[in-house]
């Protein structure tokens, strides 16, 4: 028996793909859902940016941000008001 299979690896995420999950997961959250928080990742560096309301929310969306697969480092730049 001859196997015909060809396995082709997927490849890493890019940056913009870990942007989009990180989004999709804050948007999920029910501490992080309500705010426009924005999200860029360059060289798997996340860059939280926008307004929170509280302290719990800011640590939050950093959580959020830390258990995001392919994510390094974590520049939370949000402002509580």
Known sequence: MINHLKVRATGDLTDKQFAANLRSA?????ITEGYQIDV????????????????LEKSE???????A?????????????
Do not use: H, M, W, Y
């Open 26 to 30: 804050l948007a999920r959250n029910t």
């Open 40 to 55: 860029a990742v360059d060289d798997g560096v996340a860059s939280l940016t926008g307004i929170v309301g509280s302290k």
């Open 61 to 67: 969306a950093e959580t959020v941000a830390q258990r």
């Open 69 to 81: 697969a392919g994510v390094t480092e974590i520049r939370n730049n949000l402002t509580i008001q």
